[in-house]
């Protein structure tokens, strides 16, 4: 057994050296993911709350014709081999608060966004970047749970994120719900600007 213990609804990623990875999503919800990136192909894929790297280290070589932005908090927690990723596929990670103005800002001069807020404050997250948001543009969620959604490998979900939290969104006439076919499956939940 390696330095993590499993805990249902986060898999870990071993990768040949014997390292070890969080990766806080079930292998479905990885799936999910990278079919709507195939899908949408966003120009520009926006993780807030790489933590450890898990998912970044999965979508990174996926997305590696477009721009993958990983924002975190706390570089420190960023595992060393998902460090090495960005810089050979020649990504950035923002070491800051994802909520000063400065990152949001920055964020928003990009186009053609994907936003995928899952670090420590998915509410807030939420609420910020849905107001730079453009046309076109995707702002998505983890650890969205509505209490009556079946999540595949998730006995016993955990919600960060309810559908109280995001009832503005699912109000705002500018803002559609992103397809449920898939997402009804896992903890994420998403919408487009129109």
């Known amino acids: 057994m390696g330095r993590l213990e499993p805990i249902e609804g986060i898999n870990i990623i071993t990768l040949h050296t014997g390292e070890e990875i969080r990766l806080g999503h079930s292998w479905h919800e990885v799936d999910v993911l990278k079919e709507v ?5 966003p120009e520009t894929f926006v993780e807030i709350g ?7 280290y999965l979508l990174l070589p996926f997305m590696a014709w477009k721009h993958y932005i990983g924002i975190e908090i706390n570089h420190g927690y960023i595992r060393p081999e998902v460090i090495l990723r960005y ?5 950035d990670i923002y070491s800051g608060d994802c909520l000063a103005e400065e990152t949001i800002e920055k964020i928003s001069q990009f186009s053609g966004k994907m936003i995928y807020c899952d670090g420590g404050n998915k509410v807030a997250e939420l609420h910020a970047y849905k107001e730079i948001c453009q046309s076109g ?3 998505f969620t983890h650890d969205y749970y509505d209490g009556i959604r079946k ?9 960060e994120v309810t559908p109280a939290d995001v009832a503005d969104i699912d109000n705002d006439i500018s803002f559609h719900l992103y397809d449920q076919t898939q997402l009804r499956t896992t ?3 998403g919408w487009r600007k129109i």
């Open 37 to 41: 990136i195939k899908r949408e192909r």
């Open 50 to 56: 790489v933590h450890e790297g898990g998912l970044s």
């Open 87 to 91: 810089s050979l596929l020649g990504r």
């Open 137 to 139: 543009d995707l702002l």
């Open 151 to 159: 999540v595949r490998e998730v006995k016993q979900p955990q919600a």
């Open 187 to 189: 903890r994420i939940q």
